[in-house]
């Protein structure tokens, strides 16, 4: 009983859509199935730590979706269940997967999403805090009381609709994860190094930029890091990669206790991090959606990341 | 006197364009300024090795562009030079350097380009040929009779005419340098690591993909390296990077008196090649054309080596 207290007072709680995606890829396609950030970052971090999620789901949400979350331990206590159908997104793939289009977005039950995070969480330590309104994540912040880290990620959009709402929410992250694109329309800066520089003058003092195929990039005020990214003999559907990535940094940190509110960073642990979200990012790009997360092992995931070791070794 | 014959028959020999450039960037413009592909594969070698080149330039050819390369001790006695005008090239780079527009090609004198390797070279050990015709790297390579290594590069235009000459070419080379959309068109394969296992059954044993700012990656039958790029504060010029990467490559293999031929390959002393290739094409970008190379040390070269250990640790 003390080890499940333990266990759950070091969660990591996780808050973004859970929803169905219909995909297409060269390889296939899926009419249905289970996506949504949240989900994707709470099954990449369930590996290094107990997991806790804030999102919502209409009544159209099947059991078996439930019971994949649940078999890695995940905490469905903030999976509010609610009247209408859960978030469906559709979308089709280029030849080479370096694009996409998405053909529809019907929000549904997650329009009118109002994170409620349960007094059970409310001491977790750790958070993540997915693409959403930059008001609701900073909400949800508030909630937790306890916090060694707060960390998220955010998207074009609220840059284009609500900046200066996120500038407030991103002034209180310890860390940041964006791509490219939005490093550098948050910035103003097209170079990345002075992008690095500005954003993390905003208020996160980590920033993780990732570049898909290409890598990612850790920056501090003081360090840099970088990484390529894995290849793959066959990228299968490149979905939810990012948000996998986003789940094994984060579930890294969680997993060694990082606190980085404190002036100690071990920061060559913390670019192991983002080699840990790398090769989460990686396995999810070798099955449709979640699938591969349905035989994934700890042990592939340590074998990974020695391969990252070898194949960056000079 | 012992030590000077040792230096050339440890010589490098590079094959191919030298040429006026007329560049535009974000940053300014030049006019013309001194370019071609085997000038920056000199200038980058010969900070590791002994460089001897051959080319042509026309009577225009001015005598303070000999003095930059005899100033880096390049051997000139290859360098032909005959009435009419020296190889012109013109391009302009968007606000975000990652695209070129050419303006203006005129082969001038290099358009019955036919190298003749003189007598003093026959038995230098290294040679890198340069992208020209393959047909023409192929008789280079005859005319070297004590070859250590052999490779070079080429382009999308040979394979489009002149494929089974090309295939013909690089059957005999130790190693070829591409870029990734050149080995997607060689391989016909989109993924980048089943084009490398086509290419390597073509003949180089060891291919090396570069991927301007994204790095570059090394792959041979059994392993695989890569490495993320240089990130520069500021990207003044791109120009020549790709080919400087070159020289900084096998400049240090000659350095190390690698022999590709023999059984024996120290595989992590090939990745500091691919290193050395990166921070040498990183340095070319930081000033127009070749002019960084006016300034620039063995010291300098040596601390962004260590800086790229730095970034790239975990």
Known sequence: MANAVTMQA?????I??????????????????????????????SYFTKTAIVAVVGD????????????????????????????????????DMNDRKTLRTDLNVFADFQPKVPASYASMPYLFLGN????????????????RFA?????????NIAMPELLETIKNWDF???????????????NLKK???????????TLVIKRGEYGAMLFREDSLFMVPGYLL??????????????????????????????????????????????????????EFGVERFRSLTRQEIDQRFDEFKRFTAF
Not at 151 to 159: A, E, R
Not at 177 to 187: F, G, Q, T
């Open 132 to 147: 959403i309104q930059p008001a609701l994540q900073r909400d949800v912040q508030k909630q937790l009381t306890n916090l």
């Open 60 to 95: 159209d949400f099947a059991e078996e979706d439930k019971a994949l979350l649940a078999s890695k331990d995940v905490d469905l206590q903030g999976l509010e269940q609610v009247t209408g159908k859960t978030f469906f997104w559709s979308g089709v793939y280029s030849e």
């Open 16 to 45: 973004g859509s859970v929803a169905y995606d219909a995909i297409e890829t060269p390889h296939g396609k899926r009419e249905r199935t289970l996506g949504g950030s949240c989900t994707y970052i709470a099954l990449a971090a």
């Open 176 to 190: 940041l994860l964006i791509n490219d694109s939005e490093a550098r329309m948050l910035s103003g800066e097209t």
């Open 151 to 159: 960390g998220g990620d955010t998207m074009n959009l609220w840059m």
């Open 195 to 205: 992008a690095a520089q500005k954003i993390i003058a905003m208020g996160p003092r």
């Open 233 to 286: 003999e066959s990228v299968f559907d490149p979905t939810g990669a990012g948000d996998c990535f986003a789940g094994g940094f984060v579930g890294y940190l969680a997993e060694r206790g990082f606190d980085l509110r404190s002036g100690q960073i071990d920061v060559t642990d913390l670019h192991r991090a983002v080699i840990y979200g790398s090769v989460m990012g990686s396995y999810c790009c070798e």
């Open 10 to 14: 070091m969660s990591l709680v996780v």
